[in-house]
């Protein structure tokens, strides 16, 4: 039975294996930021498709022991690459280094290159070229304390961007991250769901797309696997077909987005419209100071504004402090979750978190707490 490793952002790994047991694929063993999972390629195929929090989803094929450039190149030869695609497609490497003798990225990717495509010149006297881009045969290369792993990312492209958001409104979270964080406040997708400060609309398409049963995969044109000789076509398509069987046509409750920007307003209804959630979802410019809460309660989710310099965070805190009073005030009887990266807004919004949760919104560590 193949071996994969889906990714996805530091902290979220328990969301990802959950996820991974709700589709079925029960052989899981949690790593740092991923989660490795045995299961056929059906289950990969389905895993691209339906993974809400992943970023990637990697099916490893070597690793070694690497101290010097020409062991990466002898090791990566002795894998079969003409297995996957024609000498006429195109590849690519992905490289990263970490506490290892050779530090240079690039002489990782240099070295695997020259034994792919070498491969390639001595069985068809003829190689793929290297497309950085949009690549049909995406390799990974992981080089940490001196071990290599080799993956195909059977994804191409992080499943982040899911293809809906062409408007963005300022610091936008990445999809997957929106998406895991929605499941951990244990949202129930059958009640209301509000975002105060919606920017582009992020958590609200995210939940949206959760209650109306889209799998975040069917926006996306194409997976690095659809480019392989081991494409398993017909499976791909009936899991499609079972996807789009399953979507509801509506819900019976609203999700809402607010913002004081009336631009952020605009994309997140854009947005919604692309992700064709818009029947699910009521974006509304209003300031926070001003928010009417639904009538029926429900989990309310933001990711205030950060401060990016040390003056900013001093002119933030009132905007926490009043995220404070409407958490502990109008919304007192919804579940409220901020994400947050300064432990100085946490305070500043007031009362004892229930849930604390730390988790990465790119380089940036931050909170995740729970009222
Ligand atoms: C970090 S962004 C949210 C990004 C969003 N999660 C996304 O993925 O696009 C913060 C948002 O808070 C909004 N905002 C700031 N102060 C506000 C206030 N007093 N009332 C309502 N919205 C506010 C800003 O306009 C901005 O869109």
Not at 116 to 144: W, Y
Not at 165 to 181: F, I, M, Q, W, Y
Request: charged residues 25%.
């Amino acid at each position: 039975m193949p071996h994969f490793f889906a990714t996805t952002p530091r902290g979220l790994e328990n969301v990802l294996n959950q996820e991974l047991h709700d589709l079925g694929i029960k052989k899981t063993k949690i790593g740092v930021a991923g989660v490795g999972f045995e299961s056929n390629w059906e289950g990969c195929y389905k895993a691209n498709l339906c993974l809400v929090s992943a970023s990637r989803v990697l099916y490893p094929v070597l690793d070694f022991p690497a101290y010097e450039p020409e062991q990466i190149y002898h090791n990566v030869l002795k894998h079969d690459w003409t297995k996957y695609i024609k000498p006429n497609q195109t590849i690519a490497m992905d490289s990263s280094v970490r506490d290892s003798k050779i530090k240079d990225l690039r002489i990782v990717a240099l070295k695997a290159k020259d034994a792919v495509v070498d491969q390639f010149r001595e069985k068809f006297n003829k190689r793929p070229d290297v497309d950085a881009d949009n690549p049909q045969l995406p390799i990974s290369l992981r080089l940490a304390k001196n071990i290599c792993t080799v993956s195909l990312d059977t994804s191409g492209g992080s499943l982040h961007a899911r293809g809906y958001r062409d408007r963005g409104a300022p610091a936008p979270l990445k999809e997957n991250l929106a998406a895991a964080l929605i499941k951990m406040t244990g949202w129930d997708e059958k009640s209301p769901l509000l975002d105060p400060m919606c920017g582009s609309g992020t958590f609200c398409i995210e939940a949206a797309m959760m209650a109306l049963k889209k799998r975040p995969g069917i926006y996306r044109k194409r997976f690095a696997f659809q480019n392989w000789l081991t494409y398993q076509k017909e499976k791909f398509e009936e899991l499609v077909k079972t996807a789009l069987s399953e979507e509801l046509d509506d819900v019976p409750f609203r999700i809402y987005g607010f913002d004081n920007d009336p631009r952020a307003i605009a994309a997140s209804k854009a947005n919604s419209e692309n992700a064709e959630t818009i029947i699910a979802t009521l974006f509304k410019r209003q300031d926070l100071s001003q928010l009417e809460p639904p009538a029926e309660s429900g989990v309310m989710v933001v990711n205030p504004p950060y401060g990016e310099r040390m003056g900013d965070i001093k002119a933030l805190l009132p905007l926490y402090e009043e995220l404070g009073q409407v958490i502990h005030g109008p919304l007192k009887n919804w579940k409220c979750f901020v994400l947050s990266s300064e432990p100085e807004f946490i305070k500043a919004l007031g009362g004892r978190p229930k849930v604390r949760h730390r988790v990465f919104n790119g380089a940036i560590q931050c909170e995740f707490v729970g009222f």
